[in-house]
C-alpha cells in the first residue's frame, strides 16, 4: 500500500475542490441557457380587500408593482425597464412609472409614455386563491403594448 504524505493529500484535496466548483460553474451555465421553466413561483400578495382601487403597491422583495385598477381588475407589472432593465420607481406626483437610467416613463398599465423603451413593462399572470391575490412570478410575460386582457378580474 502506498503511503501519502500531508504535502499530496492537501494538493489532492485542492484539486478536487477546484473540480468541483469548476463542474458546478458549468452545469449551471448549461441550466441557464435553458428555456423558461413553465413552472409557476406563486407570491402571495394579500386578500384582495387589502388593495384599494387605483393605487399601485410595490413588491421590491419580488421585483413586481401591483396596480389595482379603477374598475377592479388587477395587474403585476415587472420593476425592470424594457429598455435596459433598470429599476423602475413609482412617481407619485406624476402619477407613473419613471426610470432612473435612461428617463423612460410608463403609465400606471405599464404602457411607454416617453422613449428610450419601445414596448410596455413585462407583466406576471394573477390568479386568485381564498380571497388572496397571487402573482405568478417564475413567468414573466413579454409583451409589445398593454391589453384589455392582461387585466386580471376576481
Not at 11 to 34: C, D
Not at 78 to 93: D, E, K, Y
Not at 102 to 107: D, K, L, P, R
Amino acid at each position: 500500500m502506498k503511503k501519502i504524505n500531508r504535502r499530496k493529500f492537501f494538493r489532492g484535496l485542492i484539486y478536487s475542490l477546484v473540480s468541483l466548483e469548476f463542474g458546478y460553474v458549468f452545469f449551471r451555465l448549461l441550466k441557464l441557457n435553458k428555456p423558461a421553466s413553465a413552472e409557476a413561483i406563486y407570491y402571495d400578495a394579500g386578500e384582495v380587500s387589502f388593495f384599494e382601487k387605483g393605487r399601485v403597491y410595490p413588491f421590491g422583495s419580488a421585483r413586481f408593482f401591483l396596480y389595482r385598477m379603477e374598475d377592479g381588475g388587477f395587474i403585476a407589472l415587472s420593476s425592470r425597464c424594457t429598455h435596459l432593465g433598470c429599476i423602475v420607481q413609482f412617481n407619485a406626483s406624476n402619477d407613473r412609472f419613471e426610470c432612473p437610467c435612461h428617463a423612460s416613463a410608463f403609465e400606471k398599465n405599464g404602457r411607454v409614455i416617453t422613449s428610450p423603451a419601445t414596448r410596455a413593462l413585462d407583466y406576471y399572470p394573477i390568479a386568485f386563491k381564498d380571497d388572496k391575490v397571487l402573482v405568478d412570478t417564475g413567468n414573466p410575460v413579454r409583451r409589445s403594448k398593454f391589453d384589455q386582457s392582461q387585466v386580471m378580474y376576481v
